[in-house]
């Protein structure tokens, strides 16, 4: 039997207090995001019921739906019949409108020429494809999780592709990048796969893309390519676009891709400094659902075992020392913990403290400094008699506030 809950941290009111980004003075990276209008505002999803709809964007629906009954047969995306009177094929010919601004005629455009594009692509049959690509699944770009509010999260991460044997290898030729293209949509593709078209539920994804170490001129081409593909043929289908590990020159690659980007697209980047990507993750990813590699407690090989157990969220502020205290352990039972303080490194201990008076504190762990680079920190303990487990986040050789993630489980003893 297990018993699972979030614990307290005893210098704190809240048992999950919420990540406050420290003010950071404006410096050569934010004045070149801001010159390059990288601050736009925030996108609002749209619900998709038809109650919510203004009048014109009401008649809008009804005008595009007349104009393909007039122009188009039996078509379908995700096979949904557009034409087939249900609330999932609204909910797809609204993200065709919205990425219009409900302009008929060139929403009605958009939609042939995408329909168009997905019979000569195959996209219909894509996932079922085996492209080959076995060394990048899992490090290039792959479904991981969810966000908090429930949309499936992608990530992307081309710093791979700086080794020159490997860029060769898959962009070397056109016969390639088209491969590559093939495979990036089959990514895609099954993100959607995921989602529930319907009014109120949950009808888009969220992009994360990892800028570390992505050669910004060899992958020119193939970037442009992506975005251009990604734009023209799946309308409103990411909810936020997340970049973590911004680099200082992030503002000239984005120069050269914002102009294949509506202002509406825009408004959904949310950027991350290299430093802050645990920090930033977290506002919007819960810390079990964040990958290891970006400060979060949720590795590949736990998504096979079923939902992830929930952890606790705090903050570690520069100069403390944070001790959190799980009580009221029976004796014989075995607690398992895990630790993860986003990206940074900690200086971490574990004791166990028995309840009877007088008698000696055991030393799980003595105190030690894990990198930053190192798995989150996993351990189990059985006690031999009842206690507390008291864990230390020491932060007290460092100035920064740090945001930190938890959880642990306590198995009972077997009663014979």
């Known amino acids: 039997m297990e018993a699972s809950s979030p614990l307290s941290v005893p210098q704190t009111p809240q048992d999950n207090p919420k990540v406050s980004p420290k003010p950071l003075k404006k410096g050569f990276v934010s004045s070149l995001m801001e010159a390059t209008s990288l601050r736009s505002p925030s996108f609002k999803e749209d619900t998709y019921f ?23 047969g039996s078509e379908s995306m995700w096979n949904i019949p557009l034409l087939g009177g249900d609330e999932k094929a609204d909910v797809i010919l609204l993200k065709f409108l919205r990425a219009r601004d409900f302009r008929v005629s060139d929403a009605l455009t958009m939609l042939e020429k995408c329909l168009a594009w997905r019979k000569e ?6 996932c079922d494809e085996d492209l080959g690509f076995k060394e990048l699944e899992g490090v290039v770009a792959y479904m991981h999780a969810y966000d908090r509010e429930g949309h499936p999260v992608c990530y992307n991460s081309y710093g791979v592709f700086k080794d020159k044997d490997m860029y060769d290898k898959v962009f070397g030729d056109e016969e390639k990048m088209e491969k590559f293209l093939r495979w990036r949509v089959q990514v895609l593709e099954r993100g959607i796969n995921l989602l529930h078209f319907k009014p109120g539920g949950i009808n888009s994804i969220i992009q994360v893309t990892d800028l570390k170490d992505m050669p910004k001129r060899e992958l020119r081409v193939a970037f442009n390519q992506i ?11 990411v909810a936020r676009k997340i970049f973590i590990n911004v680099p200082w020159y ?6 050269m891709f914002s102009p294949f980007l509506t202002q509406r697209t825009k ?43 929930p952890a606790s969220e705090f903050t570690v502020k520069g100069g403390e020392r944070v001790n959190l205290e799980i009580e009221g352990i029976e004796g014989g039972a075995t607690i398992t913990w895990d630790i993860v303080v986003g990206c940074w490194e900690l200086e971490y201990s574990a004791e166990f403290v028995p309840s009877t008076e007088g008698s000696y504190t055991v030393v799980i762990e003595k105190p030690r400094r894990v990198a ?14 009842p206690g507390k487990m008291v864990l230390s986040i020491d932060n007290t050789k460092s100035r920064r506030k740090k945001v930190a993630a938890y959880r642990y489980s306590v198995r009972k003893p077997m009663v014979l």
Not at 121 to 126: K, L, P, S, V
Not at 286 to 292: I, L, Q, S, Y
Not at 372 to 385: G, I, L, W
């Open 50 to 72: 038809i109650s919510h709809l203004k009048a014109s964007e009401k008649k809008a629906l009804q005008e595009l739906k007349e104009k393909m009954s007039a122009s188009q």
């Open 121 to 126: 692509f195959g996209a219909e049959n894509i």
């Open 227 to 237: 975005l251009s593909l990604f734009q023209d043929n799946y309308p409103e289908m």
């Open 250 to 255: 992030f503002s000239m690659l984005y120069a």
């Open 267 to 309: 408004s959904k980047f949310v950027i991350a400094r290299e430093g802050n990507v645990a920090e930033t993750l977290y506002k919007y990813i819960r810390p079990e659902n964040v990958p290891v590699q970006y400060g979060g407690l949720s590795r590949a090989v736990d998504m096979e075992s079923g939902p992830p157990k």
């Open 372 to 385: 930053a680079s190192e798995q989150p920190v996993h351990a189990s303990f059985t006690s031999k008699e």
